[in-house]
């Protein structure tokens, strides 16, 4: 992937410029803590799942909540557009 565009002096100063460069060298380039891809389906992994078992409404809240950090996530530019009413 091409970040040169990290080092151009026209849009960075230079200690973002040094901030971004330490990001993309630190990131995590492993597998992910929380999601795993099987094919092309992304699940929770590391969380206990009660699948479509809703045994009561608190399950079913709390899965809820879940699948909105999924989203949160993963659209996260998305989700603070609908919530402040920005668009682009």
Same mark, same amino acid.
């Given at each position: ?7 151009n002096?026209h849009?960075? @100063?230079?200690?973002? +410029?040094?901030q971004?460069?330490?990001? /993309?060298n630190? %990131?995590?380039l492993?597998?992910?803590? *929380? #999601? ?15 699948? @479509?078992k809703?045994? +009561? ?5 709390? /899965?809820l909540? %879940?699948y909105?950090?999924?989203?949160? *996530? #993963?659209?996260?530019?998305n ?10």
């Amino acid at each position: 992937m091409d970040l040169s565009w990290i080092d151009n002096s026209h849009i960075f @100063s230079d200690k973002v +410029s040094k901030q971004l460069r330490y990001i /993309e060298n630190n %990131r995590n380039l492993g597998d992910n803590h *929380y #999601f795993g891809k099987g094919g092309r389906k992304i699940y929770f992994r590391n969380e206990k799942s009660y699948g @479509s078992k809703f045994t +009561s409404r608190a399950t079913g809240l709390l /899965e809820l909540f %879940r699948y909105w950090n999924y989203a949160e *996530y #993963f659209f996260l530019i998305n989700m603070k557009q609908i919530r402040t009413g920005m668009t682009f």
